[in-house]
């Protein structure tokens, strides 16, 4: 299987709103309700934020929300804060996407 | 509190093996699928293989099937992956993970990982 796509880079500033995507097929993220999506800051363990497309883990602020149209999930981080600048990978079924880097202005 | 610890990457060449390990506490670990998650320098991560409770169910990505082995120990709390006649394109850091629900592939838990170079 092909990785899934995302965009290399995303920002917003303090407050906003930012929306990552995350595309596939028809065969993966079009074809299960299995996207997950992870963050991971540098010299840290990968830490699970989303799953099965919108729930989320105990402990995963409320502020990050995940949804799902035909072959392509989103992530959306509102109120964004420093502390969610970060790298922020998407699965399906263990296909994972090539990152998003998500930059606080 | 989950903690999974990773050890036994290192420098190695061409054709050589690693054998990796993963200390699991904190949680029934025999319950749960484990698995084995790299992430080469500039990439997104891929699934490499994971393992049932019991180790009745394993499984590989193609890349690496005959040439790797994942394994457990549930007494002493350890998920291993043999790793052997190893090239550079799996030169990567390797986490291991806990899935959070069956074959669902989706892991809740990562280690900080451990980084094998291949190379000579």
């Known amino acids: 299987q092909s990785a899934l796509t995302q965009p290399p880079s995303a920002s917003a500033s303090p407050g906003q709103s930012v929306t990552i995507s995350c595309t596939g097929t028809s065969s993966d993220v079009g074809d299960y309700n299995y996207v997950s999506w992870y963050q991971k800051h540098p010299g840290k363990a990968p830490k699970l934020m989303m799953y099965e497309v919108t729930k989320r883990p105990s402990g995963v602020p409320d502020r990050f929300s995940g949804s799902k149209s035909g072959n392509t999930a989103s992530l959306t981080v509102s109120g964004l804060q420093a502390e969610d600048e970060a790298e922020y990978y998407c699965?399906?079924?263990?296909?994972f996407g090539g990152g998003t880097s998500l930059t606080v202005l | 509190e989950v903690q999974l610890v990773e050890s036994g990457g290192g420098l190695v060449q061409p054709g050589g093996s690693l054998r990796l390990s993963c200390a699991a506490s904190?949680?029934?670990?025999?319950?749960?699928?484990m698995t084995w998650v790299r992430q080469a320098p500039g990439k997104g991560p891929e699934w490499v293989a994971n393992?049932?409770?019991?180790?009745?169910?394993?499984y590989y990505v193609d890349s690496v099937k005959g040439r790797f082995n994942i394994s457990r120990d549930n007494a002493k709390g350890l998920l291993y992956l043999q790793m052997n006649n190893l090239t550079a394109e799996d030169t990567a850091v390797y986490y291991c993970a806990r899935d959070l629900v069956g074959q669902q592939l989706v892991f809740d838990f990562w280690g900080q990982g451990t980084l094998a170079t291949v190379s000579s």
């Open positions: 699965s399906s079924r263990g296909v």
């Open positions: 393992i049932n409770g019991d180790e009745r169910g394993k």
């Open positions: 904190g949680f029934n670990f025999g319950r749960y699928w």
